[in-house]
């Protein structure tokens, strides 16, 4: 069984979004053991400069960085990453054991991004798409992919 965390700055605040999420983690309970930890966003100003945001991604990376199981394989969302199939990261996901890897972490980072002490850890930057999604509601993507991915290596129908 999977073994996955999922590290978020930020909590789920809007209740349509977490009914969604908690019925995706109910439906992975099969095939992996899911740890979703959120830490709190940093306070930003109203009109914050670059140096300012840059501040807050560093002290959100910060915090994220040690909450980082050792042994794991590392997914940073960012959409500066790589799209994947679904097909792919079921693909992905099957492999990784296979490298040695006993758990996996996937890292989403607040409004404004992830920092780059975060993206030096990643073993793989994952982007769902080009477009910008909040990080609440990229975490209910997260979940639904991952139940997707499972259902693909369970040979089973994953068509909703």
Not at 49 to 57: M, T
Not at 69 to 94: H, I, N, R, T
Not at 136 to 159: G, W
Request: aromatic letters at 8%; one cysteine or more.
């Amino acid at each position: 069984m999977l073994k996955i965390t999922i590290l978020c700055i930020g909590k789920i605040k809007e209740k349509y979004l977490q009914t969604g999420i908690d019925e995706f983690q109910k439906r992975l309970r099969p095939f992996a053991q899911i740890n979703i930890v959120e830490r709190k966003e940093e306070r930003m100003p109203a009109e914050p400069s670059l140096a300012e945001k840059l501040n807050v991604l560093e002290k959100e990376g910060n915090i994220l960085l040690p909450l980082i199981p050792p042994a794991s394989y590392v997914f940073v969302l960012d959409v500066a990453g790589k799209m994947l199939s679904s097909e792919q990261l079921a693909q992905k996901l099957e492999t990784i054991p296979l490298q040695g890897k006993s758990e996996i972490t996937f890292i989403i980072g607040g409004p404004f991004g992830i920092s780059e002490i975060i993206r030096k850890r990643a073993d793989f930057r994952l982007s769902f798409s080009p477009m910008t999604f909040t990080h609440q509601m990229i975490r209910l993507l997260l979940l639904e992919q991952l139940y997707r991915a499972e259902k693909i290596n369970h040979h089973e129908k994953y068509h909703l």
